[in-house]
């Protein structure tokens, strides 16, 4: 077969994925939109088909499979979502906004394990970090200084470790956990409660388009959604959703960052608490959290301890889906020695690896998932290499390539040093 063959072969495809994108986001617009379908029933619809194209050519079934109503089915059927589905994908389409759908391999794995998820959300920047091991940190808009500086430490050691920072980009607390995760190699991803033609509050312009180029924002609103207050209790549940646990910084008894943490409750996620002056009122929400069973944390390790199950099963999920990777046989990598003398070098990566530990015990290349072994492979370990390198050796997104460092460092593996540099352990 000829390159021009292959090339037409592989365009035909594409051309066939990509049109069976869009009939699911055309789907799910009109699940989305028709009366008497909420999130709970959107779940069940979605569970029970191969994809939502197929559920909506069998609303005729859904009774049947008690799905839905009677009266749904046929609303559905004489089309009666079809003129606010299209005004959506109207103003998407005018906009060139990107979506990702419940039936693509990039929709959020932990969102659909949430009563209530969405079909679909809208996004600017890195996708994959919706399927980092992340945390959600929130707290209230009218804080202390006391609870800015705490939010900001507990924040940026949780990115060092290369968990995502999960908040949604209110002043106050919700500012800090960004900054905080823009700050480490976890970065920060923001769920709104408007539309993504909207920057709210404006004061966070500067962060917005930190996170559009370095992490992520994404929102289930369409264009042109205002910021009423009805929709920041509903964006809540994505931003626990998206998250292992929920770390509330600094909430007074009737904070909306309550609301979070209940929904995580509700979700089976764990909440996390921290402690403030007895005194001081917006730390009562915090301390009535503690009474009712959330933990008191006050250092980002307690968090990963806490999680080292749930960390583990996640980064799991990271290291084994289909990644595109790009390693040559001999890659060439740019690195930092000890002394701090730059050099070039190319490091052979070889199939039969094995890699000695510390403690004197050898892991098989075998015993890694292929993404772990590729970044294993060109890390030294007398030799610093910076995180930018290995995403440009290996291929790997920024949000993937995290979440793989984080399972190496677990499995004692990987050493990370100051200024985002990683070495291997071992001789």
């Known amino acids: 077969m000829s390159n021009r063959q292959t090339a037409d072969g592989q365009g035909a495809e594409s051309a066939v994925a990509q049109q069976a994108l869009h009939d699911e986001y055309r789907a799910a617009l009109a699940l989305r939109h028709t009366p008497g379908l909420g999130p709970r029933t959107w779940k069940r619809i979605a569970e029970a088909f191969p994809t939502l194209t197929d559920a909506a050519r069998s609303a005729g079934t859904w009774p049947g499979l008690r799905?839905?109503?009677?009266?749904?089915?046929?609303?559905?059927l004489s089309k009666a979502w079809l003129k606010a589905a299209e005004q959506e994908y109207g103003l998407v389409r005018e906009r060139g906004l990107r979506y990702v759908t419940w039936s693509d391999p990039q929709f959020p794995r932990l969102l659909k394990t949430i009563p209530d998820p969405p079909l679909y959300l809208y996004?600017?920047?890195?996708v994959a970090l919706m399927n980092t091991p992340s945390l959600a940190l929130v707290g209230s808009r009218q804080c202390s200084e006391y609870g800015l500086k705490?939010?900001?430490?507990?924040?940026?050691?949780?990115?060092?470790?290369?968990?995502?920072?999960?908040s949604g980009l209110a002043m106050g607390i919700d500012r800090q956990a960004h900054l905080a995760g823009l700050s480490a190699i976890g970065s920060s991803v923001a769920v709104l409660g408007?539309?993504?033609?909207?920057?709210?509050?404006?004061?966070?312009?500067?962060?917005?388009?930190?996170?559009?180029?370095?992490?992520?924002i994404v929102t289930e609103f369409p264009p042109l959604t205002i910021p009423e207050p009805?929709?920041?209790?509903?964006?809540?549940?994505i931003i626990s959703g998206l998250s292992l646990g929920v770390l509330v910084a600094e909430a007074a008894e009737k904070?909306?960052?309550?609301?979070?943490?209940?929904?995580?409750?509700d979700q089976g996620r764990e909440v996390f608490a921290l402690p403030g002056p007895v005194t001081q009122a917006t730390y009562g929400g915090?301390?009535?959290?503690?009474?009712?069973?959330?933990?008191?944390?006050?250092?980002?390790?307690?968090i990963i301890a806490t999680l080292d199950h749930e960390l583990r099963s996640a980064l799991s999920s990271v290291v084994n889906r289909d990644a595109q990777l790009d390693v040559k046989d001999h890659a060439p990598i740019i690195m930092q020695s000890d002394g701090g003398?730059?050099?070039?070098?190319?490091?052979?990566i070889s199939l039969n690896a094995n890699v000695q530990l510390e403690n004197g015990r050898h892991i098989q290349i075998d015993d890694l998932a292929p993404e772990e072994n590729a970044v294993l492979l060109v890390l030294a370990a007398d030799v610093r290499t910076h995180i930018d390198v290995l995403g440009r050796t290996t291929g790997l997104a920024s949000g993937t390539l995290s979440g793989i460092l984080l399972a190496l460092e677990l499995k004692g593996l990987v050493r990370q040093w100051p200024g985002m540099y990683y070495s291997r352990k071992g001789s």
């Open 255 to 265: 904070s909306g960052s309550l609301i979070t943490a209940k929904l995580a409750l």
């Open 123 to 126: 996004y600017l920047g890195d």
């Open 150 to 166: 705490a939010a900001r430490a507990m924040g940026e050691e949780l990115s060092r470790a290369g968990i995502t920072i999960v």
């Open 67 to 76: 799905l839905t109503r009677s009266t749904v089915s046929a609303s559905f």
């Open 286 to 302: 915090c301390h009535a959290l503690i009474r009712q069973g959330a933990q008191l944390v006050t250092s980002a390790v307690e």
């Open 194 to 216: 408007t539309g993504l033609d909207r920057i709210y509050p404006e004061a966070n312009a500067d962060i917005w388009e930190e996170l559009r180029t370095r992490g992520l």
């Open 341 to 348: 003398r730059h050099e070039e070098t190319r490091i052979p």
């Open 230 to 237: 009805q929709n920041f209790p509903v964006r809540n549940r």
